[in-house]
């Protein structure tokens, strides 16, 4: 089943950004059906712009510098907000999410928008093709399963050891305080934002990781 997609107009700081989301209603029905088909199928997490993209959005709005003529990846982007905002910027953009239907979503949203710096792929991260490389590497709301967080740990120093600039939104989940803690070594730059225009508002934190060679 295609699903229906509307185009919703985003603003962080100066820049405005239009991105295609499913309708909330038939993306339910879609799941009700794969699960019947397939009892382990995923709920759709990836439907919706979560806080931490919006905090990510924001973030990359008044710190442009970070991104300018740089290679960026962002991995598990569901509806890819964050990459999309990040096109205006970049020199080549790779928007990736393990989700096929979330893929297909973004890539209405590229369509739309014209843009030619930008490519979405499927992409799982227990499965990294070791020559996949980023000057900067874009990770939001990833850390919310804790049986993920080891494996996610992994791919982080992988791309950390490899001189990549990782750029992490995150809201604040108690059970996330030993993920974010092993990562606090590599901090550079550590920002507080509050995602408004929801209730209650979300906090999340922005953490900027670089190792030093």
């Known amino acids: 089943m295609q699903l229906n997609t509307v185009v919703q ?16 209603l038939q993306l339910q029905q879609w799941y009700v059906q794969e699960k019947e088909k397939n009892p382990a199928t995923a709920l759709p997490y990836w439907g919706q712009v979560w806080p931490a993209a919006h905090a990510l959005c924001c973030f990359i709005a008044t710190q442009t510098e970070l991104f300018q003529n740089k290679k960026v990846l962002e991995l598990a982007a569901g509806l890819g907000l964050p990459s999309l905002l990040c096109s ?14 979330a893929v297909a979503v973004t890539e209405r949203s590229i ?20 020559d996949l490389n980023a000057d900067v590497l874009l990770l939001s709301d ?25 750029v992490l939104s995150t809201p604040q989940r108690l059970m996330a305080k030993p993920f974010i803690e092993r990562l606090l070594p590599f901090c550079v730059l550590q920002q507080e934002h509050a995602v408004t225009g929801i209730s209650p508002p979300v906090l999340c934190t922005i953490m900027v990781l670089q190792k030093v060679f």
């Not at 107009?9 to 909330?24: K, L, S, T």
């Not at 369509?111 to 070791?130: E, F, K, M, S």
């Open 9 to 24: 107009n985003f603003r962080f700081g100066n820049y405005e950004i239009q991105a295609h989301v499913p309708d909330i």
């Open 88 to 101: 205006r910027f970049a020199k080549d953009v790779y928007c990736s999410d393990v989700e096929a239907e």
């Open 111 to 130: 369509n739309h928008l014209g843009l030619q710096n930008i490519r979405c792929g499927i992409l799982n991260w227990n499965n990294i093709a070791p």
């Open 142 to 166: 990833i850390n919310y399963e804790p049986a993920s967080f080891e494996t996610l740990c992994n791919v982080i120093n992988r791309f950390l050891n490899a001189g990549t600039t990782i």
